[in-house]
């Protein structure tokens, strides 16, 4: 079975203070592997798509690296508006009913 | 442009009673899903669309049905509300099913008492 598992469950940031959200994952023949952004009371909102070990991809302060195992989103010198709850997904082989949603990681930027 | 729209936002209904969700989107995407999003669990598939005119389930699909008779339009119903299906719903649609992120909608969150 797929597995997903995102730490820390929830970080707390001065802004400024850089720091690295975890994605672990289990599974066989990883297609590709997403971040999403998730603000209160919305929608998720799709961040990058990582395909192969190695690969990385940037967007403003927010980087995700991949690996065999995991992924790491790091950011840095955070703002208060990055503060969200970040969602890490992967997929298998066998198409869109494949990806699988880890719990995601609530992340507070302080001013 | 307005992405994914779900109507309604919030909604409470009681057990035994039907309702249905509504999902459109204005990306002209081929894939649409529906997804329940619970406290201490990652989003689930309900069902989803590769089509007009098609619809398959996907992880979760007991005590839902659904309906894709427009491109842009992706219905999901409950029949017979249970209390376990208190969640918050989401609908998201993609120009192609793998490897393309998803554009959700806003969700809607539902309370069955």
């Known amino acids: 079975e797929d597995q997903v598992t995102q730490s820390p469950e929830a970080l707390r940031l001065q802004e400024g203070e850089s720091s690295s959200l975890n994605c672990s994952y289990t599974v066989s023949g990883l297609r590709g592997l997403f971040w999403y952004r998730q603000d209160p009371g919305k929608g998720p909102e799709f961040l990058f798509t990582?395909?192969?070990a190695g690969e990385e991809k940037e967007k403003e302060r927010l980087k995700a690296t991949l690996t065999k195992k995991e992924s790491f989103l790091h950011i840095t010198a955070p703002k208060p508006e990055d503060s969200a709850t970040y969602l890490c997904a992967v997929q298998a082989p066998g198409g869109y009913q494949k990806v699988t949603f880890g719990i995601g990681t609530k992340l507070q930027v302080i001013p | 442009n307005a992405g994914v729209t779900q109507t309604p936002k919030f909604r409470v209904l009681k057990t035994g009673q039907s309702m249905t969700l509504l999902c459109a989107q204005d990306?002209?995407?081929?894939?649409m899903y529906w997804y329940r999003q619970d406290p201490g669990m990652g989003l689930r598939l309900i069902h989803y669309s590769v089509g007009e005119g098609t619809t398959a389930k996907g992880e979760v699909p007991d005590g839902y049905n659904v309906s894709r008779l427009k491109k842009q339009n992706f219905l999901l119903g409950l029949e017979s509300a249970a209390p376990s299906q208190t969640s918050v719903y989401f609908c998201a649609s993609s120009y192609t099913g793998e490897l393309y992120g998803y554009t959700f909608g806003s969700g809607t969150r539902l309370t069955v008492v």
């Open positions: 990306m002209n995407h081929e894939y």
């Open positions: 990582l395909y192969s």
